[in-house]
């Protein structure tokens, strides 16, 4: 199948995300108070845009490219849980200043998960400079918050504050574009079919990170316009999707 050179798209979208994160980083280092109290919307807001976008546009896309859709979005989702059924057992149920490889632990993990994220722009502009657009709509939104808890984990293992400071950029920030940069040049040439199963994978990564990890965070600290701003992201999503039908 014959692809559009749309690499400077993921490329920016990705170096993108990678400054959401740094943004979420600074604010809570800078302005830990507002960042703490606001982080649940910036949540909320991508979790309703990530959940919208997996099921009407990027599910129903890779249909279009592979019948075997279904089941690779099913594994996209266990892939992500089973990275934070990994990190939960090994940082959440530990003594937060136990030891610096729990930080470590979480920092590592949270710079696959980024990593992903940066193959995750390959794939979706690689189908359709639209289809990368919606996708990294909630993705990037979702880096805020992910910058701010990438940071405090690290605080809380007992880093210092200028250790937490670079470790955080590093493995939450940097590592988006670097999986953007690596996995391009391989995904541009892939048939339709893969391409299909490719972006079904990703759909379900995404759904994972709306509906499994940034709503329960909501969840957990309920907000008097939680709902609302769920609902924003939605109907953001809607609009976006049925919009360029």
Known sequence: MAVSPVIPFALWASLLAGLVTTIGVLTVRRFSDWGRRNAVYFACFAAGVLIAVSFLHLMPKSLELSGEGPVFMLTGYLVMHFLNRFLTTQVCDKPATEDYAIGLVAMFGIGFHSFVDGVMYSVTFTVSVFTGVVSALGMVLH???????TYVLL????????????????????TT??????????????????LGNLMAGSAGALFYVGATHLLPMAEREPRKLSLVVLGAGIATAVGITTGAR
């Open 155 to 174: 605080l809380r293992s007992g880093f210092g504050d200028r250790q937490a400071l670079v470790l955080a950029l590093v493995s939450a920030a940097a």
């Open 177 to 194: 574009p670097l999986g953007t940069l690596l996995s391009y040049g391989w995904i541009s040439t892939i048939d339709k079919p893969l």
């Open 143 to 149: 880096e805020f918050p992910e910058g701010i808890i």
